[in-house]
């Protein structure tokens, strides 16, 4: 007999996530353990309560993934095409959290256990990551003068609300119709911040 095959613990979170997002939240680990190849126990074993793989899984991640490409830019294309581009995976993001904390709320988690545990340096680590890409951008003459900090909030804010009426109010949440959403506000904002247009 072969070893168990090895599997980190991203990577359980990972297929869980996905197979939450298809099958809701009643998914077995068993179900889990089969996507990945491995016994339902390694997965138990990992994080010992089907209530702690679902807001492994669901809740707010550790990190923001989207920092990264903010902390490299703005770089030499039209800002306003590169600030389109990051608002796409910004909401993505937020759709996705709302759809992860929706089933959560489903699964009955209680909102505190959804965040016990985790601290405000993730959330707190991308505005100052949208700030800073948004003052180059201004450094650069490309943007406006204006309050960086008010504007990070007032996008973020806004992506964040759209991804949150759009369940709520039942408007599509079609990777086209965010599209368009975002395409429609930016155009809207850009009249007060757009710099020399670039």
Request: net charge positive; charged share 25%.
């Amino acid at each position: 007999m072969g070893r168990p095959r090895e599997v980190t613990d991203e990577q359980i979170v990972i297929a869980a996530r996905r197979c939450f997002f298809e099958h809701g939240a009643a998914v077995s680990a068993v179900d889990i353990g089969r996507e990945l190849g491995v016994s339902h126990t390694t997965v138990f074993n990992r994080f010992g309560s089907k209530e702690a793989l679902l807001i492994a899984a669901l809740g707010p991640r550790a990190e923001v993934p989207w920092v990264t490409a903010l902390e490299s830019g703005p770089d030499a294309r039209p800002i306003r095409e590169q600030l389109v581009e990051h608002a796409k995976v910004i909401c993505a993001y937020f759709q996705e959290l709302q759809a992860g904390l929706a089933l959560l709320r489903a699964a009955g988690v209680a909102a505190d256990k959804t965040y016990r545990g985790r601290t405000t340096e993730p959330p707190m680590q991308a505005f100052r990551a949208l700030t800073a890409w948004l003052r180059r951008g201004q450094r650069q003459g490309r943007l406006a003068r204006c309050n960086v900090e008010t504007l990070a909030a007032t996008v973020l804010g806004a992506l964040h609300g759209w991804a949150s009426t759009a369940r709520v109010c039942g408007l599509s949440t079609a990777p086209a119709a965010a599209e368009r959403h975002l395409e429609r506000f930016i155009e809207l904002l850009w009249n007060g911040i757009g710099g020399d247009r670039a």
